[in-house]
């Protein structure tokens, strides 16, 4: 069974970078997608980006300017940075697997991490 | 695109029929996945592709649609059932969530 645990700091300052990584355990990172989902205190899901085992990205245009997505498959690893936060960057992010399923040639997230609370405050 | 879905909430007792519905801002063939979400703890795949059922989701989860509008239909609603249920585009990117169902008890 596959699982996700995301690490990393729960407050961060205004202006400063988050940083957060995303350890799989019971599988590898290898021939798979990987991706990064963010949800704001009480609100929806916010998709952020996701990358390839071999490093191919694919970024929210909402979020692309301040979004890096790294992975190291020799750790299986995968990382979010973004950078020059807000309050309105206040959200649980979550790291997920991107499953691909041949029987109809579709995507979606089958495998995700707990969560990490990530507050942005002076 | 944007995923709208509707209602926003309901209530519902044990062993109602409730169905959730979503509508894609343009045609999306097929391309839909369902999450449900329990307070506290992520979300967990129902159906993919519309209509297919995630290895291990109970066979009162289903799902139909097709162009823009997309539903969810649980046969019977079970006490475990009661969640936020989420459907997601990934037609083309950015993949795009709707706002959520909140399923309460009545």
């Known amino acids: 069974q596959v699982q996700l645990q995301e690490s990393g700091p729960g407050l961060v300052k205004p202006s400063e970078t988050l940083s957060l990584t995303c350890s799989v355990s019971?599988?590898?990172?290898?021939?798979?997608?990987w991706t990064w989902i963010r949800q704001p205190p009480g609100k929806g899901l916010q998709w952020i980006g996701y990358i390839s085992d071999r490093a191919g990205t694919n970024y929210n245009p909402s979020l692309k300017s301040r979004v890096t997505i790294s992975i190291d498959t020799s750790k299986d690893q995968f990382s979010l940075r973004l950078s020059s936060v807000t309050a309105a960057d206040t959200a649980v992010y979550y790291c997920?697997?991107?499953?691909?399923?041949?029987?109809?040639?579709?995507?979606?997230?089958?495998?995700w991490g707990q969560g990490t609370m990530v507050t942005v405050s002076s | 695109i944007q995923m709208t879905q509707s209602p926003s909430s309901l209530s519902a007792s044990v062993g109602d029929r409730v169905s959730i519905t979503c509508r894609a801002s343009q045609g999306i063939s097929n391309s839909v996945a369902w999450y449900q979400q329990k307070p506290g703890k992520a979300p967990n795949l129902l159906l993919y592709?519309?209509?297919r059922l995630e290895s291990g989701v109970p066979s009162r989860f289903s799902g139909s649609g097709s162009g823009t509008d997309y539903t969810l239909t649980i046969s019977s609603l079970q006490p475990e059932d009661f969640a936020t249920y989420y459907c997601q585009q990934y037609y083309s990117t950015p993949w795009t969530f709707g706002q959520g169902t909140k399923v309460e008890i009545k």
């Open positions: 019971g599988g590898s990172t290898s021939r798979y997608y």
């Open positions: 592709a519309a209509s």
């Open positions: 997920a697997r991107v499953g691909y399923f041949s029987d109809s040639s579709a995507f979606a997230f089958d495998f």
